[in-house]
């Protein structure tokens, strides 16, 4: 374990084996950047707000805003909080980061000061980077606003401000490589509770997922991939995401919202080859390609992960896009999952894949004794590998907890093993809910609910109860055509066949569900909504 808990390396003899493996390639994200110009040159890096920029370019573009940004004083290994939108800059500017040395800490554009403030005092960062006005919200203020609160954080630097203008039109200069093992960025942790936690994520081990991921999601140079969700988060922007494409010479199309509009007008513009979504917005692009008039015809596949996509949103996916659905399930932790090209139907509609790398290790253990549980049975998963981490940034304590004494990540999910090695998402270890002594997994209730054709989305969550300990209680959103009410869809339920202490208790109707920053259905704020209410009744 390193001195000041920053990065917790792997064990030598693993990470060995890993570059024996040819899993880590001693290439920095900078020097895998100059590689790529090199070889796709004037092809289309990337697209978006009216701009198209080569391979060339777009390497240009970040030598110059690398000598920039160690002009304005940063330096190797400080950290800068990034908050920037799905817009073309966002490519120059991270790989001008790397390249200079210093590590991004990936903010979403929904994050606001609460968060900004958190990511910039637990990294100690040295400057925020940022948009002006976006979506209505002034990021520049909100920035301005942590830099006041936070000693570490001296400036900063506003994409589209004369000033940052200046900086990406300083001359390049040969700047010392980053060492390829060790961070290059700290991505954020999609936990259900609290303030996200730092991930610390390594050149080499990073660049082995991106790699794996454009294979395994077959990516070509002419294959066009859409960024429709926020790209800074991980899925979207390595499974196979923007850095996918790029490592394959395709292009990459950034949207500036994912809604079915946007993204069908894009697709047909750019005939869009893949794309990835969360079960959410693919149950709204589904509803909207049965009204479109767009040209969906060039989408191959449509990726879904996030959460578990259940089976009734899988089964709609293929007939009502076009396209192929693959199931991706991942963690920003490290652990990838995909279903393959050459799976067979049941496995890709009943299944969110099998890991990545052949050095994924996997454990499937009871969660309260820590035994792994028999073949096919349901169980905590547990993973190490090439591109899991051993410990999150500067987080001793949770440390502890988060991974065994031999390195393997408690992931929080739940899931069954197939005999083929593909896993099967049950729900979360924390979204089961003991309603009187029975276990009821969230996810199974949702995926009877999204069954009924009047159910757009569906999000189940525990309410308090004094006599059981806790009820469930379900929260749905219809489609625009349906008028649901409690009763029908508990009825509905109980038709499906469950047991009885799984027809949801309560049942509430909405319009929409409160979403974390990349579009998931947010659990935690839905639980402190029902708590509220739970009080006033």
């Known amino acids: 374990m390193s001195g000041n808990h920053d990065h917790i390396p792997w064990p030598p003899d693993v990470a060995a084996r890993y570059r024996a493996a040819g899993h880590w390639r001693g290439q920095s994200f900078g020097a895998a950047l100059t590689s790529l110009a090199h070889r796709y040159a004037e092809r289309t890096a990337v697209v978006g707000g009216g701009r198209r920029w080569s391979f060339t370019e777009l390497d240009a573009r970040a030598h110059r805003i690398a000598a920039g940004l160690v002009e304005a004083g940063l330096a190797p290994g400080e950290r800068v909080v990034l908050q920037l939108p799905n817009i073309p800059e966002f490519l120059p500017v991270v790989f001008g980061l790397w390249r200079a040395g210093v590590l991004p800490v990936f903010a979403l554009p929904a994050h606001r000061h609460s968060e900004l403030r958190h990511f910039a005092a637990h990294s100690g960062a040295a400057a925020v980077l940022t948009v002006g006005v976006h979506e209505r919200h002034d990021h520049a203020a909100t920035a301005r606003a942590v830099a006041a609160e936070v000693d570490s954080v001296r400036q900063v630097l506003v994409v589209g401000s004369a000033e940052f203008t200046d900086l990406a039109a300083t001359a390049p200069r040969e700047l010392p490589d980053p060492d390829p093992e060790g961070v290059a960025f700290l991505q954020l942790s999609g936990g259900s509770t609290g303030l996200p936690k730092l991930i610390p994520r390594t050149h080499d081990d990073y660049l082995y997922s991106v790699r794996e991921s454009a294979r395994i999601c077959a990516l070509r140079p002419d294959s066009v991939y859409l960024a429709a969700l926020p790209v800074a988060h991980n899925y979207p922007l390595s499974s196979p995401g923007v850095l996918g494409a790029l490592h394959a010479g395709a292009t990459t199309v950034m949207a500036p919202r994912p809604d079915a509009d946007t993204a069908f007008r894009l697709i047909e513009e750019e005939r869009v080859t ?22 969906l015809s060039s989408l191959e596949v449509l990726l879904v992960g996030g959460a578990k996509c259940g089976r009734e949103l899988a089964e709609r996916i293929g007939p009502a896009l076009g396209c192929r659905l693959q199931q991706v399930f991942g963690m920003a932790e490290g652990l990838v999952c995909y279903t393959r090209p050459d799976d067979g139907e049941e496995t890709v509609l009943g299944t969110q894949g099998r890991p990545l790398s052949p050095d994924d290790e996997i454990r499937v253990v009871d969660p309260d004794t820590g035994a792994e549980v028999a073949p096919g049975r349901t169980g905590a998963l547990l993973t190490r590998g090439p591109y899991t981490i051993r410990g999150y940034f500067r987080a001793e304590e949770h440390n502890a907890a988060a991974f065994t004494p031999d390195g393997f990540y408690r992931t929080g999910d739940l899931v069954r093993r197939t005999p083929s090695g593909h896993l099967e998402v ?11 002594g029975e276990k009821v997994a969230a996810e199974e209730v949702e995926n009877h609910l999204m069954a009924h054709p009047g159910v757009l989305d569906a999000a189940v969550v525990a309410v308090p109860d004094p006599y059981l300990g806790e009820r469930t209680c379900a929260y749905v959103v219809p489609t625009a055509e349906a008028s649901l009410t409690g009763p029908e869809l508990r009825t509905f339920v109980r038709t499906r066949g469950v047991a009885a202490f799984k027809v949801p208790d309560l049942v509430r109707v909405v319009e929409r569900f409160p979403v974390t920053g990349v579009g998931k259905t947010s659990k935690r704020e839905l639980r402190v909504a029902l708590a509220a209410l739970a009080r006033e009744e």
């Open 274 to 295: 893949i794309t990835g979504v969360v079960p959410p917005l693919a149950a709204a692009w589904v509803q909207a390609a049965a009204r479109t008039e767009r040209d």
């Open 426 to 436: 049950v729900g979360r270890a924390k979204e089961q809910i003991n309603r009187g």
